[in-house]
């Protein structure tokens, strides 16, 4: 069993940066696709990026493509969401998913361990 703990969200000014963390316990952090999804009021859940377990392959949603980067250290049961340019589209929940697997998958039916999540504002 994983359990994660999302950190690093807060209040940011449009055009600011956030560096997301996820942080896992457990051993078998290194056979788990971590996935970031997000979720904003009124909306249904959506997936935001991927990382796979050994770190070669990411995926990210259209709407953060080019302005984020994903990133994971196997050896601190850490993975990393950097993500720039925030605009107020961007407020939402943030949840880190684990699943199994080798590859970074968008689904959330692909994922069986959830954060609490950590919510990011973004200002205009």
């Known amino acids: 069993q994983v359990q994660l703990v999302e950190s690093g969200g807060g209040l940011v000014q449009a055009g600011g940066s956030l560096r997301l963390s996820c942080a896992a316990s457990?051993?078998?952090?290194?056979?788990?696709?971590i996935g970031w999804f997000r979720q904003a009021p009124g909306k249904e859940r959506e997936f935001v990026a991927a990382?796979?377990?050994?770190?070669?392959?990411?995926r990210y949603a259209d709407s953060v493509q080019g302005r984020s980067t994903l990133s994971r250290d196997n050896a601190k049961n850490t993975v990393y969401l950097q993500m720039n340019s925030l605009n107020p589209e961007d407020t939402a929940v943030y949840y880190c998913?684990?699943?199994?697997?080798?590859?970074?998958?968008?689904?959330?039916?692909?994922?069986?361990?959830w954060g609490r999540g950590t919510q990011v504002t973004v200002s205009s």
């Open positions: 998913a684990a699943g199994p697997g080798s590859t970074a998958r968008q689904s959330m039916r692909d994922y069986d361990y």
């Open positions: 990382i796979s377990r050994g770190g070669a392959s990411t």
């Open positions: 457990g051993r078998t952090f290194s056979t788990y696709t």
